[in-house]
Antibody, heavy 121, light 110 residues
Framework: EVQLVESGGGLVQPGGSLRLSCVAS????????MNWVRQAPGKGLEWVSY????????FYAESVRGRFTISRDNAKNSLYLQMNSLRDDDTALYYC??????????????WGQGTMVTVSS | QSALTQPPSASGSPGQSVTISCTGT?????????VSWYQHHAGKAPKLMIY???KRPSGVPDRFSGSKSGNTASLTVSGLQAEDEADYYC??????????FGSGTKVTVL
């Protein structure tokens, strides 16, 4: 079964850090570009970050640029999001999602169920 | 980059059709043929229903169809079924970001 499973969420104080993980199974992870997308409570979806299959390029939403870092380990079928200098408005359910084609921004065809990040003092 | 505009809610009786609009600008919906639609049941992973404006992934019923005219994309669900009740989000590639999402539409099957 094609699957993405996120972990690493939790409660963190403003200014703190957290590292999210996403483990892929059921497909050749190293062949796909990957993304992180988040959803704040009661709000819509917001794209966060993108990484190419070989990690050669990364891209970020303006709201997280300079604070978040996306990375991957193809040997471990894993995607990561290092989140630093966290703010209240980073509180959200974070999803990892597979890029359908080798064209960033085409479509996200496989999603995980998300991991919740709460930033609060 | 502002979110794409969707109506907050839409509804229909079983067997009827419902159409959800998704309005952007020439810098996103109007400028790219990379418009996609996602179905999201609370607590579950979002599911891709339409990509590249009107294409259906394998396994998605042909009751779901997509189209685009100018800066507005649309998702039509024909022959509404109880399991279609969910939140629906559109998305588009954009000039300044990989993905811009819509505000979401809650579809209710009456």
């Amino acid at each position: 079964e094609v699957q993405l499973v996120e972990s690493g969420g939790g409660l963190v104080q403003p200014g703190g850090s957290l590292r999210l993980s996403c483990v892929a199974s059921g497909f050749s992870f190293s062949n796909y570009e990957m993304n992180w997308v988040r959803q704040a409570p009661g709000k819509g979806l917001e794209w966060v970050s993108y990484i190419t299959s070989s990690s050669s390029s990364t891209f970020y939403a303006e709201s997280v640029r300079g604070r978040f870092t996306i990375s991957r380990d193809n040997a471990k079928n894993s995607l990561y999001l290092q989140m630093n200098s966290l703010r209240d408005d980073d509180t959200a359910l974070y999803y990892c999602a597979r890029e359908k084609a080798a064209v960033g921004g085409d479509a996200l065809d496989i999603w995980g169920q998300g991991t919740m990040v709460t930033v609060s003092s | 980059q502002s979110a794409l505009t969707q109506p907050p809610s839409a509804s229909g009786s079983p067997g009827q059709s419902v159409t959800i609009s998704c309005t952007g600008t020439s810098s996103d919906v109007g400028g790219y043929n990379y418009v996609s639609w996602y179905q999201h049941h609370a607590g579950k992973a979002p599911k891709l229903m339409i990509y590249e404006v009107s294409k259906r992934p394998s396994g998605v019923p042909d009751r779901f169809s997509g189209s685009k005219s100018g800066n507005t994309a649309s998702l039509t669900v024909s022959g509404l079924q109880a399991e279609d009740e969910a939140d629906y989000y559109c998305s588009s590639q954009a000039a300044t970001t990989f993905y811009v999402f819509g505000s979401g539409t809650k579809v209710t099957v009456l």
